[in-house]
């Protein structure tokens, strides 16, 4: 198991920490750095700066949103990524929700499986530069009865497969993953519903006649670190109840069905119920610390490790996080000893 170091969104008076925090996960041997979008900071040009600050660890996108760009669009920026970095990019993609797609983007939110997977054979068509041709449910590349022509990109990436990376949550989705993806960016990873998640994936995979080597499992999480395990729980409620509570609307939040698929029904509910009625600290109140344990990492160095072999023997080969801390040199620290607890744990690769 390799780690990943998980910047988050940009611009929120954290970006000169951020650059600093990549810089020591590249001196210490990590993987990768992630970089994410919503509706602020976008993927691409942060995963840019982070590049030109960092000479060996790999940068991805953690994820491109699929409404926000074409699929050509999407295949230029990962190869040119992918050549600025000496071939250290890794691209990550993802729909996001109806309520980004549809109102920040203006992209209906309709056969998002279908699409996907029609997107993802057209990057992989541009970026191995073949003439751009295709008919689909949800794409038509060149438009028909038009001056347009299929075209191929004109840069190469440093590497012949660039790989692809699909976030996905739902049974469907993770289906989807399985078959047509080199790796799953997983969200709320829980070891104890793996066969939930992973073996949704892994099955689909022995389906479509591939194995799952060389297949990456990235474990996105959140760490923090400390003797008090409430005390560290409760620094993870806010982010949480936004996702599990805000993240969507109410008849469809991808995170809230998500945890009720993991047993906590009731607990779902009444943090979405607290959270769309604007009961902040509510809604945070109502996650379980059972739930936060599950789908983060808390405690000593030591109790971290154990929990690392429990990520390892499930089939996790990428643990990716977020440093915990109030200060830079709070983050920093979560940085060093996460390299030291992978070390502990004897789950390095």
Wanted: a negative charge; one cysteine or more; aromatic letters at 8%.
């Amino acid at each position: 198991m390799k780690l990943g170091l998980h910047l988050g969104y940009w611009g929120a008076g954290n970006d000169a920490q951020n650059i600093v925090l990549a810089k020591e996960a590249d001196s210490l041997g990590y993987d990768i750095v992630w970089t994410s979008e919503a509706y602020g900071s976008d993927a691409a040009t942060v995963a840019a700066w982070v590049a030109a600050h960092t000479s060996r660890v790999d940068i991805g996108s953690g994820v491109f949103q699929i409404p926000g760009r074409t699929p050509a669009n999407t295949a230029m920026t990962a190869a040119t990524l992918d050549t600025l970095s000496g071939g250290r990019f890794r691209l990550g993609l993802g729909l996001s929700g109806p309520q980004v797609s549809e109102g920040w983007h203006g992209v209906k939110f309709d056969q998002p499986m279908q699409r996907t997977r029609e997107y993802v054979e057209i990057v992989r068509k541009a970026l191995a530069r073949e003439k751009v041709e295709f008919q689909g449910d949800c794409f038509t590349l060149p438009l028909p009865d038009g001056q347009g022509k299929a075209l191929t990109l004109t840069i190469h990436p440093v590497r012949e497969h660039l790989p692809i990376y699909l976030a996905g949550i739902g049974p469907k989705s993770l289906e989807l993953v399985g078959e047509i993806a080199d790796g799953w960016m997983s969200i709320q990873f829980s070891p104890e519903h793996a066969d939930q998640t992973l073996g949704v994936v892994t099955a689909a995979r022995l389906r479509a006649g591939k194995s799952m080597n060389n297949f990456e499992v990235v474990a996105t999480t959140s760490v923090v670190f400390g003797d008090d395990l409430e005390a560290c729980a409760d620094a993870l409620r806010p982010g949480s109840a936004l996702y599990i509570g805000g993240m969507g609307s109410r008849s469809m939040n991808f995170y809230n069905q998500n945890v009720q698929r993991m047993g906590f029904e009731q607990a779902a509910k009444d943090v979405q119920d607290r959270y769309l009625a604007r009961d902040y600290v509510g809604a945070q109140a109502a996650l379980p610390f059972a739930l936060l344990d599950q789908i983060s990492l808390i405690g000593t160095p030591a109790r971290v490790a154990d929990r690392l072999q429990a990520y390892h023997e499930v089939g996790v080969t990428n643990l990716t996080f977020t440093a915990g801390g109030n200060t830079i040199d709070e983050r920093i620290a979560s940085v060093r000893t996460m390299a030291e607890v992978l070390d502990m744990s004897g789950c390095a690769s």
